[in-house]
Nanobody, 117 residues
């Protein structure tokens, strides 16, 4: 079982930046996909960005050019650098790990991001 803990959320003004972190512990096996999702009040949880064990990345159209997903394998930590934040980016952000061989999925507890002036 993989445990995930997010951090780095908070209140930021429009146009500002935040960096989210997702610390992973436990048995992290490859091949895997790790990702960031977000859920705004009253809405479904949507994919924001993913990174594979091979290093490939993909982004939702709404965040392309503004958000960057990365990882530090030595620290077992995934990051989401968020720039040029907009009010519509306000949501709870969750990190996710999926072990592709057995389709095992883990979720973090979420971190709130609020973009407001």
């Amino acid at each position: 079982q993989v445990q995930l803990v997010e951090s780095g959320g908070g209140l930021v003004q429009p146009g500002g930046s935040l960096r989210l972190s997702c610390a992973a512990s436990g048995s992290i096996n490859s091949p895997y996909i790790m990702g960031w999702y977000r859920q705004a009040p009253g809405k479904q949880r949507d994919l924001v960005a993913i990174i594979t064990s091979g290093g490939s990345t993909n982004y939702a159209d709404s965040v392309k050019g503004r958000f960057t997903i990365s990882r530090d394998n030595d620290k077992n930590t995934m990051y989401l650098q968020m720039n040029s934040l907009k009010p519509e980016d306000t949501a709870v952000y969750y990190c996710n790990y999926r072990y592709l061989v057995l389709n095992r999925v883990s979720w973090g507890q979420g971190t709130q991001v609020t973009v407001s002036s």
